[in-house]
């Protein structure tokens, strides 16, 4: 049975937003930024959001991070889709033309 810092770690934890990049590493969004699941940033983050008198056994940390990592791990990919871009130069930079908006570029 889970052990309540299991829980608690594992409930706080999963308000945060997982994202994974193509080389399958798990991210962690976080109000400062995205930071990797596995890095001393997320601990730190970890530390800071929870009120324990003693921060749990490593193995628990360790086993609610690979909890974290398989649930993002299993979602479903967002698909991608081709953009034909078309770009144009203008007078003070380019303009990129995205299909639904466009962008500049410029010296600024």
Not at 35 to 49: G, M, N, Q
Not at 82 to 90: E, G
Request: overall charge neutral; aromatic content about 12%; charged content about 15%.
């Amino acid at each position: 049975m889970p052990s309540t810092a299991y829980n608690t770690l594992l409930a706080i934890a999963e308000q945060v937003k997982f994202w994974i990049t193509p080389a399958h590493q798990t991210y962690a969004e976080l109000p400062s930024g995205a930071v990797p699941l596995w890095s001393d940033d997320f601990f730190t983050w970890c530390i800071a959001k929870f009120n324990f008198q003693n921060f749990p056994a490593p193995i628990t940390y360790n086993t609610v991070l690979r909890t974290l990592d398989q649930a993002a791990q299993s979602q479903p990919r967002q698909k991608t889709q081709q953009a034909n871009l078309r770009t144009a130069a203008t007078k003070n930079g380019y303009e990129i033309d995205l299909g639904n908006q466009s962008i500049q570029v410029t010296g600024k």
